[in-house]
């Protein structure tokens, strides 16, 4: 199994909201990731969790703050978001140690912010 | 640093058609290579990889052989369905334990009957 939920599919916000993001993967993976995906880009790497800890914070302002509860979960929570905020949000996950491991992708949240 | 340099899309191909979409990169060390695909309104799925050079990638028709020697990876497949239309991401990691992917821009393919 290399499936990587993401829920909710689709997000409206508005820019005093709060609301959070969620995602979650059964395949062992001690590696979860946030990517932001604009229309017609690649993804853009966020923050990346190792073993539930922070281990990367790609310069992401303070309004996006994520959370890894356990090896399984991984949250990004949203406060005072942007109308540039308004994106695809990609949640995937990878094995960690020695290797360059490929990661496994969830199908994103469609996230607008009004 | 790291980069990955992709062919400009969009690429429009009739079904049936032979498909290559070139890749090139640039990386420190010894990187992994993959290829991604996204269909519309999905996250992205892992098409292919291949670890070491002259290995070979292959899945559903689709194929892509590290090139150490001309730093490339390009994806090929014999015969394009409707089915394959969507963006096709050619990436990178490198360094043991890296965290990090370096996607190229991405090549939009559409095949039409």
């Known amino acids: 199994d290399t499936e990587v939920t993401q829920t909710p599919k689709h997000l409206v916000m508005g820019m005093t909201n709060k609301k959070s993001l969620k995602c979650e993967q059964h395949?062992?993976?001690?590696?979860m990731y946030w990517y932001k995906q604009k229309a017609k880009k690649p993804p853009e790497l966020m923050f990346v969790?190792?073993?539930?800890?922070?281990?990367i914070n790609e310069s992401v302002p303070s309004r996006f703050s994520p959370e890894c509860p356990n090896s399984s979960l991984l949250n990004l929570h949203l406060h005072a978001l942007q109308p540039e905020d308004s994106a695809l949000y990609l949640c995937a996950s990878s094995q960690v140690g020695r290797g360059r491991h490929e990661q496994y992708f969830g199908p994103g949240t469609r996230l607008t912010v009004t | 640093g790291d980069s990955v340099t992709q062919m400009e899309g969009p690429v429009t191909l009739s079904e049936e058609a032979f498909l290559t979409i070139n890749c090139t990169y640039t990386?420190?060390?010894?990187?992994?290579l993959f290829w991604y695909v996204q269909y519309p309104g999905e996250g992205l799925q892992l098409l292919l990889k291949a670890t070491k050079a002259d290995d070979k990638g292959s899945n559903k028709g689709f194929e892509a052989t590290y090139r150490k020697e001309t730093t490339s990876f390009h994806l090929e497949k014999g015969s394009v369905q409707v089915s394959d239309s969507a963006v096709y991401f050619c990436?990178?990691?490198?360094?043991?334990?890296?965290?990090?992917?370096?996607f190229g821009k991405g090549t939009k393919l559409s095949v039409i009957p």
């Open positions: 990386a420190t060390g010894y990187p992994s």
């Open positions: 395949m062992g993976h001690r590696a």
């Open positions: 969790y190792s073993y539930e800890k922070l281990s």
């Open positions: 990436a990178l990691s490198s360094g043991a334990g890296s965290y990090q992917l370096t």
